[in-house]
């Protein structure tokens, strides 16, 4: 090839580019960002919308279908998923992959906004959220205190946040369970309807003197002032002046009527570390941002701040995400290493200047192709670590190759220069091949729609991009470095372990073929029964979708029936804190009562605020994959004994989001019947042994109290609808009138209400009275009272249509797959009311939105691959040659997972992939060199084991390095790494045996046109 010889021919400059590629690539590796897990961009976002003591259906009428509707509106909205529960409204939206994410997100905002002015005035908080893994929080902190008040642990909390926001490279500093403060105005009800003010009024005036409105300019000669108004609020005894009445002796102030005072909202989100009182403060991290250096400068942060903290308050790490991240990284360095070491050793047997020219393509491959990562915007992460290992023992098949045909020329008597354009030409086009086959093996991976496909895809392209770096390196680089190195004449025979593997070759391999060639059709014949024996395995092997992650936090998530409060919440979740106590494997545990930990996984956002939900995110001293998951186990059963409540121990797993292995959606807009039906789900699951777990969120209906009016007599007293709702909240929650701002910039709530202790309650109801049209003051309980009524617990809208899903987890040694196709069998046979359907959720729809859109990539893979293999063999036949070698790495790769109990995964597909295209480079080498010595004349049958013999040094040593490069990997037990390491050591074992003979047999049957009819 005319690179190779410009290679070789002109020393100074290959040295120089190289030498610059180097450079290039170590600046790469020590700048790319090291991170967990990928981060790429999903179009999507959730719309959280807070009203607190709204109930369900209002909030589905009032609040979810008029943000659907608006929503509905965009294009390209793939899905819509809402869900309805006490206070919360919450809108997920995702849109379809392939649209520009920043784009979607300003156009999902720009609707919510839109649609505001329509949502009640109650509402206390409305967020629109862009999906983000890396919304993660890096850092999550507690100031831990049993004696401090909430209003000194929010001061502390605060100035810590603050420090963190200044922290190059943090996108967001939070701080977590404190109550928000406020100023609150309890009024005197008794005064109020003595001085006959309705509560409208002192309403209205609490925040019509809090406007600030600019007076505009003035020019005064020859100067320009800007006139200022009366403006906002600048103390509390500004509020406490508001005037509510004049008469002609007097002004009754707000502060005759009211107590005025600093406060804060109601406790209903209750933290603690390891037991003892506790607020968070969590930081999250810029995109594209170096983890341990971000986490170097929140640390040192933390280190000062703590050095300022009272006696009686210490600062506490809950989550370290650069703990995980370096153990992971340094797990798989450490793989690659070892794997590094056994690629070396592998290669001994071409001697050591030939090794040494293997060593230097190693690490400028992997260079080159870090480079190439950092360049198109990835990070270091578990992913690319992986698909450089898996690279590893691919990149140097090109390298072996090269120097392998160059030191046989060597060994036949070539010159240097001569040796090195002749070998490297003889085998170019097997290279090219070979190389190009692979990526378009990879290519279904790079095309995988979804958000497991961008997640994902930087697996893949590791393997390309350093792939294509070693094609480069082998064919020019290999070729000048041998011209120069291999300059003694080598041994005839070689070295001592190459005249060592010859030997065996040729007293092994030699007869096994030449009694394979003699019984051509009882070969093919044990190899079809092989495959098919693999296959039958499949049943066995069972699916799955993606493995936990291994990593040492777990869940505990408590859920009481709908309608529990707080506090007995917080007594149950005490009662599961003392039994993680007395647990050896936890190292501490962070309780949240009302609401879920702050989001510590990518795919597992933090729980919106529930009375009735609590949350303990556990951290044990170390995860073991054999003993961890027996341990949670063994903690499920031991919570399961506590009564009365609904526990689930959840380890976190890879993958897009799922409510659990095993969810039936049931779709209906009658919620009785949907109930009826969810039960009887519910039922039929529960009866199947292997589910546990099980959710049903209409399990239970919830009871609330009704505020039943009298229409009549309203009407007949003057009294207005709207008035009565008011005063009725203003007894309970209380309304904001307005916001307190602050010289800093930062707002509270002035919040109007009736006097109270910590949270709402009845006390007040019989003061409560409402305005008539006259100005009288009319008692609430004369046109209104409270009645006990049925609610759901919960509603959820998929695209705008009601549904209930009932889940279920699968306890382990149990076959996801196999129970969800149980599953569907019983549900044929249970009668649905009209207009009733089911569908399944879960790892169904994952699988389904994972690879349903794969099939375009795969044809146009598969089509790729065979047209570099028409087009380097010119002949069908030689190309069926070549691709008949897939079915036997296939028999060891079934076997591998059947016999280490992993299951066909994601990952394991992977796999697969990646063993199609190690087994066609292998094969290309054979039926290549074939053709070339039939092409020199040499008899078929003759040609045929020739080149068996010739080609089976080169393809036992790719094969060994890449066993070598994968087996750390492999028996490492990672249920995300381990069960693709296995497929491809179990299938290059069995191609490795099975092919160098079926492969040859193949070619003898249906041997390609000679080299007069393909023009070769």
Excluded at 14 to 33: C, E, R
Excluded at 560 to 569: D, F, M, N
Excluded at 807 to 817: C, E, H, I, K, L
Aim: overall charge neutral.
């Amino acid at each position: 090839m005319k690179v190779t010889e410009f290679s070789v021919r002109n020393p100074q400059f290959t040295i120089l580019v190289f030498l610059a590629l180097s450079a290039v690539g170590w600046l790469a590796f020590s700048s790319i960002p090291r991170a967990e897990d990928p981060d790429p961009n999903f179009p999507g976002g959730v719309v959280i919308v807070q009203c607190p003591g709204a109930n369900q259906n209002d909030l589905e009428q009032q609040v979810a279908r008029p943000i659907e509707d608006a929503i509905k509106e965009l294009d390209r909205v793939a899905k819509l998923v809402t869900k309805v529960q006490d206070g919360v409204c919450v809108v997920n939206t995702d849109f379809e992959y392939g649209t520009d994410p920043d784009k979607k997100y300003d156009e999902l905002l720009r609707q919510v906004n839109s649609v505001r002015p329509q949502l009640p005035a109650e509402i206390q908080s409305i967020e629109v959220i862009r999906y983000r893994t890396t919304d993660v929080a890096l850092l999550q902190l507690a100031l831990v205190s049993a004696d401090a008040s909430y209003a000194r642990l929010d001061q502390l909390a605060e100035k810590l946040r603050k420090r963190f926001e200044r922290v190059p490279g943090v996108r967001q500093a939070k701080q977590w369970a404190c109550p928000e403060k406020q100023v609150r105005l309890s009024l005197d009800l008794d005064r109020l309807a003595q001085l006959q003010l309705p509560v409208g009024r002192v309403l209205d005036a609490v925040a019509g003197n809090n406007i600030n409105l600019p007076g505009g300019a003035v020019e005064l000669g020859p100067r320009r002032f800007n006139l200022k108004t009366s403006g906002y609020y600048a103390s509390l005894d500004e509020i406490r002046a508001v005037p509510l009445l004049a008469t002609g002796r007097a002004t009754v102030r707000l502060g005759d009527v009211a107590d005025v005072r600093w406060d804060y909202e109601d406790t209903e989100y209750v933290a603690r570390f390891n037991g003892v009182r506790a607020v968070w403060v969590t930081a999250t991290m810029k995109e594209h941002q170096n983890i341990f250096d971000v986490r170097a400068g929140l640390l040192a942060a933390a280190d000062e701040y703590r050095r300022e903290l009272p006696a009686d308050v210490r600062l506490e790490t809950g989550f370290d995400q650069s703990v995980n991240v370096s153990h992971r990284l340094g797990g798989l360095l450490r793989d690659f290493v070892i794997a590094l070491v056994l690629v070396l050793i592998t290669v001994l047997p071409l001697g050591w200047r030939a090794s040494l020219l293997v060593l230097v393509s190693i690490p400028l491959s992997l260079a080159m192709g870090i480079a190439a990562l950092h360049f198109t915007g990835h990070t270091l992460n578990q992913l690319t670590i992986v698909g450089l290992v898996i690279a590893l023992g691919l990149l140097v098949d090109d390298s072996i190759v090269v120097v392998e045909n160059i030191a046989r020329f060597r060994r036949q008597g070539c010159a240097p220069i001569e040796a090195a354009l002749q070998g490297t030409q003889q085998i170019a086009v097997a290279v090219l091949g070979t190389t190009f086959a692979l990526v378009f093996a990879f290519l279904p991976l790079l095309a995988l729609p979804g958000g497991s496909g961008s997640f994902i895809r930087c697996l893949p392209l590791a393997v390309v991009y350093t792939v294509l770096a070693s094609l480069i390196v082998a064919l020019t680089l290999m070729p000048f470095l041998a011209s120069r190195l291999m300059t003694a004449h080598e041994e005839s025979e070689g070295n001592r372990l190459l005249r060592g593997l010859q030997y065996v070759i040729h007293t092994t391999y030699r007869p096994l073929l030449h009694w394979c060639m003699k019984r051509r059709k009882t070969t093919l014949v044990g190899a079809t029964l092989l495959f098919a024996g693999s296959l039958a395995l499949v049943p066995a092997i069972g699916f799955s979708l993606f493995p936990v992650a291994g990593i040492p936090q777990f869940l505990v998530q408590i859920e009481l029936p709908e309608g529990s409060s707080v506090s007995a919440t917080d007594a149950l979740a005490r009662q599961v804190e003392a039994r993680l106590a007395t647990l050896p494997i936890v190292r501490h545990f962070q309780t949240n009562v009302g609401h879920g930990n702050p989001q510590v996984y990518y795919n597992m956002e933090a729980a919106n605020l529930r009375a009735n939900f609590a949350e303990i995110l556990g951290t044990l001293h170390a995860y073991d994959p054999k003993r961890t998951p027996a341990d949670l186990e063994q903690l499920r059963r031991s919570l399961a004994t506590i009564p009365g409540v609904t526990i689930t121990v959840r380890e976190f797993e890879n993958g897009p989001p799922i409510a659990a292995p095993i969810e039936v959606r049931i779709f209906g807009e009658d919620l009785t019947q949907l109930a009826r039906v969810a039960g009887d789900v519910e039922n039929l699951i529960t009866a199947i042994p292997g589910t546990a777990n099980m959710q049903n969120p209409l399990r239970v209906p919830r009871t609330d109290l009704q505020l039943v009016i009298d229409r009549p007599k309203a009407a007949l007293l003057g009294v207005a609808l709207p008035e009565i709702d008011r005063v009725a909240r203003l007894g309970v929650a209380g309304l904001v009138a307005t916001r307190y701002i602050e010289s800093d910039g930062d707002s509270y709530g002035v919040r109007v209400m009736a006097p109270r202790g910590e949270r709402g309650d009845l006390t007040a109801w019989s003061h409560l009275t409402v305005a008539s049209q006259s100005g009288a003051a009319v008692p609430l309980g004369q046109v209104a009272s409270l009645e006990f009524s049925r609610s759901p617990n919960s509603i959820s809208r998929f695209d705008r249509q009601r549904f209930v899903g009932v889940a279920a987890r699968v306890q382990p040694g149990f076959n996801t797959d196999r129970l969800t196709a149980e599953v569907e069998q019983r549900l044929a046979a249970l009668k649905l009311p009209p207009g009733f359907r089911f569908e399944f959720g879960g790892e169904v729809e994952s699988s389904r939105e994972s690879f349903g859109g794969i099939g375009t990539a795969v044809i146009v893979a598969i089509f790729g691959v065979l047209a570099v293999l028409v087009l380097e063999f010119r002949s069908f036949r030689g190309t069926f040659i070549v691709a008949s070698v897939i079915p036997l790495g296939v028999i060891g790769g079934l076997l591998a997972l059947y016999l280490t109990g992993y299951t066909l995964s994601f990952v394991a597909t992977i796999g697969f992939i990646a063993l199609i295209g190690i087994e066609i480079k292998n094969s290309i080498l054979l039926v290549d060199f074939t053709n070339q010595l039939r092409a020199q004349g040499v008899p078929l049958h003759e040609a045929i084991e020739r080149a068996g013999e010739v080609r089976f040094l080169p393809v036992v040593l790719t094969t060994f390095t890449a066993l070598g490069a994968l087996l750390p990997v492999a028996v490492e037990g990672s249920g995300l790494f381990s069960p693709l390491a296995v497929v491809i050591v179990g299938g290059l074992i069995s191609s490795l045996l099975l092919s160098r003979l079926v492969t040859p047999v193949m070619y003898s049957l249906i041997p390609p046109p000679g080299p007069e009819k393909t023009g070769v």
